[in-house]
């Protein structure tokens, strides 16, 4: 299965979609740990989740709480140090190609606005799970890219350099690689960070059309927003604290839970 093209892989994610009608999660996370040093103890532990295609799904918790280390063992980039995460009936920490049908958003701290790239060059990474080696990209790419450009509304800075944008100009080009990239499954870190309230707007609204559109969205947020969109919410605090409905995870009862006490790893 190493050498899929994505056109091979996102028919095997949409054969997986007709499975989790039948019960089959597109997202398994069981008894999860990661640690960074044996020294700080658990990031985050005993973590269990399922989820679905089409879905929409908000992680929320205090600093520090586990939220981007969860998100990260999600997307294959940190080792469990116990337990298992399943991605599409995949270990995307091991099995390289089905990242590629994982579109990682990562925190605004954790980006590098100092490589001389623009907008666009941006972008067109989203491009590069979709090409073939050493193979240019064709009139598809570039329509892929310039659709996601102007989904974020950035077509008339597109050619700007990474490091003249705003904090929320920074985040919607991320995003926009992320739509580039056509993926089954979207994580994204803090999103609204650094952004108006038209634009959060606007982002919603992308996601809720990924999501309709059967793509497994999920979303992590430092303090409790706007979840209306969202089918399901998990209150993150090195555990999983509660998780359920939106209107049912956060009662006072449970918000005190997860940050009363920030837990240190
Ligand atoms: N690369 C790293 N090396 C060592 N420790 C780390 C690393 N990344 C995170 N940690 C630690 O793991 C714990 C969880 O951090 P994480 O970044 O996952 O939390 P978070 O919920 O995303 O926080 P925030 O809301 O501030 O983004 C914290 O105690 C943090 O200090
Ligand atoms: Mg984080």
Redesign the pocket.
């Known amino acids: 299965m190493k050498s899929a093209n994505i056109k091979e892989l996102v028919g095997q994610a949409l054969a997986n979609t007709l499975q989790t009608t039948h019960g089959t999660p597109a997202l398994s996370v069981r008894d999860l740990e990661v640690a960074?040093?044996a020294a700080?103890g658990a990031?985050?532990e005993g973590v269990c989740l399922e989820a679905k295609l089409g879905e929409m799904i908000l992680f929320v918790?205090?600093?520090?709480?586990?939220?981007?280390?969860?998100l990260?063992a999600i997307a294959g980039i940190v080792r469990p140090l116990r337990g298992a995460v399943s991605v599409l009936g995949r270990d995307p920490y091991r099995e390289l190609w089905v990242r590629k049908l994982i579109a990682y958003v990562p925190?605004l701290?954790e980006l590098s606005i100092n490589a001389p790239l623009t907008v666009r060059d941006l972008v067109a990474l989203g491009r590069y799970p979709h090409l073939k080696p050493l193979k240019r990209m064709n009139s598809h790419d570039e329509e892929r890219i310039q659709e996601s450009l102007n989904a974020v509304k950035l077509e008339d800075i597109a050619d700007r350099r990474l490091s003249e944008l705003s904090g929320g100009q920074l985040n919607r080009a991320v995003i926009a690689r992320a739509l580039a990239q056509d993926a089954m499954i979207y994580l994204l870190?803090?999103p609204f960070e650094s952004i108006d309230h038209p634009t959060e707007k606007l982002i919603m609204e992308i996601l809720a059309r990924e999501k309709s559109r059967g793509r497994l969205v999920i979303v992590?947020e430092?303090h409790i927003t706007d979840t209306k969109e969202f089918d399901r919410a998990v209150l993150?605090n090195?555990r999983i604290i509660i998780e359920g409905r939106p209107d049912e995870v956060f009662t006072e009862d449970n918000i005190r839970r997860a940050y009363g006490i920030v837990k240190?790893?």
């Open positions: 960074y040093s700080n990031a985050i918790g205090p600093n520090g709480g586990g939220k981007t280390t969860l990260k925190q701290k870190d803090e992590t430092h993150l090195k240190s790893a």
